[in-house]
């Protein structure tokens, strides 16, 4: 392979924002790779990082209609993540050119991070702590005399895919009864205790709601001032998906007054936490005593960093060596690709 990769141009973007760990660029040398490293987030500065590429690696940045349309070369995009909002995708599979991404990246994280917001925001434990460096002991045992046993309560899981199954998975240790929403009619193991249902049932009867969605135009705002009023009073909310799966303003409302019990967050529309110099937030949301809010962390750990570097790496070294990559881990499989391309070599 590093023969046949040697004279491919290749693109390492978000590489400030991102660095190649040491077991990355290994993976890059094992596979005959020496990308370019760049940092880039406008599409001006991006044109000429990618106009004559052969590959692209992205994790944050932003690939719009008029980057995807300089590519004059570019035979796949590997997306070192899960979701592909960030990048044109259908103009993309209009020029031929492979969208990829690690769909099992961070699962296990992602599904341990739900379950640690949901376990403090249920025994409130930012808002004790507070009180307890403020010296407010008798205060911070008040506060827990309203916790509710989480066992027998029902967490409702807005999506099913591979987050949500391991999510359910530790749920059943909590003795949680699970709902879940499923756009694909494809069978749950009976194992997991799951039943599926409609989104309207499941907000009516959850006392925990917890995003497992994509960002699509369909899911753009899908829960709003209406679904969030049709929550049980005192629900908790959780999101470690897509920020803008939320209108925040809906969710801040529904908070404020109280119909809401509480919110762990972890991704936002309103902040861009991947901005280079991002503004100190001033934002009423988050200075809510029952909001927990975390910088969109919940994929991270060193497993989940080697998984997608060794994933996304093998995604666009076998599509630069003339092979399909693994079928599961090709966004837009209908893709024509603008060079004939083997099987999948593992079969």
């Known amino acids: 392979m590093t023969q046949r990769l040697g004279g ?102 992602q599904a341990d991070h739900t379950m640690a917001l949901l376990l403090a925001l249920v025994r409130k434990l930012p808002v004790m702590q507070r009180a307890m460096r403020a010296g407010a002991f008798n205060a911070a045992q008040g506060l827990s005399r309203s916790n509710q046993r989480m066992a027998g309560q029902t967490l409702g899981l807005v999506g099913f895919g591979n987050s949500a199954r391991l999510t359910a998975q530790r749920a059943r240790g909590f003795r949680l009864r699970v709902l879940a929403t499923r756009r694909s009619a494809a069978p749950i193991d009976p194992a997991l205790g799951v039943e599926l249902c409609d989104l309207d049932r499941l907000l009516r009867e959850s ?49 404020r007054s109280g119909h809401l019990g509480g919110a762990g967050l972890d991704t936002y529309e309103r902040i861009d936490v991947f901005a280079e110099r991002p503004p100190m937030p001033r934002w009423s949301l988050l200075e809510l005593d029952q909001v927990i809010a975390t910088p969109h962390v919940a994929a991270n750990s060193v497993q989940a960093g080697q998984d997608v570097a060794r994933g996304g790496i093998e995604n666009l070294a076998a599509v630069l060596s003339g092979h399909w990559p693994r079928p599961g881990q090709i966004v837009n499989a209908g893709v024509v690709p603008r060079v004939a391309l083997a099987p999948w070599p593992g079969g």
């Open 207 to 255: 006392d925990y709601v917890s995003l497992h969605l994509p960002l699509a135009a369909a899911t753009y705002h899908m829960m709003g001032a209406a679904q969030f009023a049709a929550m049980k009073p005192g629900a908790l909310f959780i999101n470690t998906s897509r920020g803008a799966l939320v209108d925040e303003d809906a969710l801040e409302a529904a908070l």
């Open 8 to 109: 491919m141009r290749v693109v390492r973007l978000n590489a400030t924002l991102f660095p190649p760990s040491d077991f990355e660029r290994a993976e890059w040398a094992r596979a005959g790779l020496a990308p370019v490293e760049a940092e880039a987030n406008t599409a001006e500065a991006l044109i000429p990082l990618v106009a004559e590429a052969d590959g692209v690696f992205a994790i944050s940045v932003a690939l719009p209609a008029p980057v995807v349309a300089a590519m004059a070369r570019c035979r796949v995009i590997s997306r070192l993540g899960t979701g592909t909002d960030k990048i044109d995708v259908a103009l993309a599979t209009r020029r031929g050119i492979l969208v990829t991404n690690v769909p099992t990246f961070c699962i296990e994280e």
